[in-house]
Nanobody
Framework: QVQLVESGGGLVQAGGSLRLSCAAS????????MGWFRQAPGKERDVVAA????????YYADSVKGRFTISRDNAKNTGYLQMNSLKPEDTAVYYC????????????????????WGQGTQVTVSS
């Protein structure tokens, strides 16, 4: 079983940047797709970005295209979300998620595809 721990959240001003990290346990992280999701108060949890096990496929929500970049370092068992040009609308709890792609590829944008979830990290963007 994979355990995920997010870090890097915090309070930033609009226009600023943050880099979130997702540290994964286990020996098989290199075969797992990884996604970032966010949930604001009173809202549903929505996909932000996702990346396949080897990085050859990515997905970005329209609201973050051109501003956020997802990446991973399998040697370090860590995924990242670089967030630039942050807006107050980006304020949410951000969750890292993972699912094995050892048997088949997964639709990266589907929350229901993911088996493992971190506890979340708060991102607050002030105006």
């Amino acid at each position: 079983q994979v355990q995920l721990v997010e870090s890097g959240g915090g309070l930033v001003q609009a226009g600023g940047s943050l880099r979130l990290s997702c540290a994964a346990s286990g020996r098989a992280f290199g075969s797992y797709a990884m996604g970032w999701f966010r949930q604001a108060p009173g809202k549903e949890r929505d996909v932000v970005a996702a990346i396949s096990w080897n990085g050859d496929r990515t997905y970005y929500a329209d609201s973050v295209k051109g501003r956020f970049t997802i990446s991973r370092d399998n040697a370090k068992n860590t995924g990242y979300l670089q967030m630039n040009s942050l807006k107050p609308e980006d304020t949410a709890v951000y969750y890292c998620a993972a699912v094995s792609e050892s048997r088949r590829l997964r639709p990266l944008e589907g929350a229901k595809e993911y088996s493992y979830w971190g506890q979340g990290t708060q991102v607050t963007v002030s105006s």
